[in-house]
């Protein structure tokens, strides 16, 4: 092979493989994946107590159990890891004596309590950061029912059918 048809064969493959990665980089940015994620959401379906109901952008949650329940809307997409974001959607009519404690005024807001990412179609992370309180600046009610059925270890969501 002459220097002129190396030359030609390596800047073919260069550029082959950069238009290959800018084609995926542009399909990450305008992605528009549909998660299957409608349904009841537990780390155990036969004896957990938490639990989240997903029914299009907006779902359900035991926060704890025969405390506190919620209800979230989603906040954001974020295609590259098949994860959601939520936000209390509103004040819960639903509440204990320890619900009755938290400023809920402060809470509703745009900051995200509760993050889920896609393992599989049955099964997803769950992340819960807590109540964001906009006039202390502060996350507060940390803990849920998932991470005591979880051990305090990472919170595994499985779809129950």
Known sequence: MNKINILTLLFSFVFFNC????????DIKTSKIQYQINGR??????????????????????????????????LKRFDFENGISYKLKEIPEDIGNIGRNLNWKECINDEPIAYIKMIDDKTYHFYWYGFYNKKTKKREFKENSFQQEANNEEVILKKCE
């Open 19 to 26: 238009q290959k990665r800018s084609i995926l980089k542009d």
């Open 41 to 74: 959401w537990m780390v155990n379906c036969k004896n957990g107590v938490g639990s989240l109901t997903i029914e299009g952008k907006d779902a359900s949650l035991i926060l704890l159990y025969n405390q506190i329940y919620i209800d979230m809307t989603e």
